[in-house]
């Protein structure tokens, strides 16, 4: 990856905790954004921040984004089973509109 | 609501073949992005076109080539396949080049053998 790292790699929790994922990246950006994946599928889009944004929130799941530190986390409030699939942080290249994945975060979550 | 299409889905090949993995945007959508996620690995960027033309360049290998034809499909054409090229394809599309959220289609699981 040429961009962040994202912190943890792998997160089990129970249903109803909170869950917290955390990205760093390495350049500038104009935006960062969050994917989920189930296992072995496609890539759904969650939620964008751009950089002049702190904080995003939609639904159960709050960003906050730190330009300073180049970091971002994602925080999936009153986890259920279904929320288990890995997520990424992505951000823009610098170089065109295509996105720099990060190494991402396995969630697990039991009932 | 249509979805990126992404065929086949699953593709088995041998060493050395060639392979041609084919994606349909959302409609009205003019610009095509491929994805190339091994195993375990994080989503790598290897190539966009924005309007039928190559937009940006990731880290795609010189064995793989692709377009985007009249109707916005795009083809990744790759040859001399590796054992190493094994992975999940997935295609996005986007409704212009600057739009920030890019759609996903399901993924081409490529096995090479």
């Known amino acids: 990856s040429q961009q962040g790292e994202e912190d943890p790699q792998a997160l089990s929790i129970q249903e109803g905790e909170n869950a917290t994922m955390n990205c760093s990246y390495k350049t500038s950006i104009n935006n960062l954004q969050w994917y989920r994946q189930n296992s072995g599928r496609g890539l759904v889009h969650l939620i964008l921040i751009r950089s002049n944004e702190r904080e995003k929130h939609s639904g159960r799941l709050r960003v906050t984004l730190d330009t300073s530190k180049k970091s971002s986390s994602l925080l999936i409030t009153a986890s259920r089973a279904a929320d288990t699939a890995s997520y990424f942080c992505?951000?823009?290249?610098?170089?065109?509109?295509?996105?720099?994945f990060g190494k991402g975060t396995s969630l697990l979550v039991t009932p | 609501a249509a979805g990126v299409i992404q065929s086949p889905r699953h593709l088995i090949k041998e060493k050395r073949e060639t392979a041609t993995l084919k994606c349909y945007p959302i409609p009205r959508h003019d610009t095509v992005y491929w994805y190339q996620q091994g195993p375990g690995q994080d989503p790598q960027f290897l190539i966009s076109f924005y309007e039928k033309m190559q937009s940006d360049k990731g880290s795609i290998p010189d064995r793989f080539s692709a377009q985007q034809f009249s109707d916005y499909h795009s083809e990744l054409n790759m040859s001399s396949l590796e054992l190493g090229d094994s992975a999940l394809y997935f295609c996005a599309s986007s409704p212009g080049l600057a739009t920030d959220t890019q759609y996903f289609g399901p993924g081409t699981r490529l096995t090479v053998l």
């Open positions: 992505a951000t823009d290249r610098n170089s065109g509109y295509a996105l720099n």
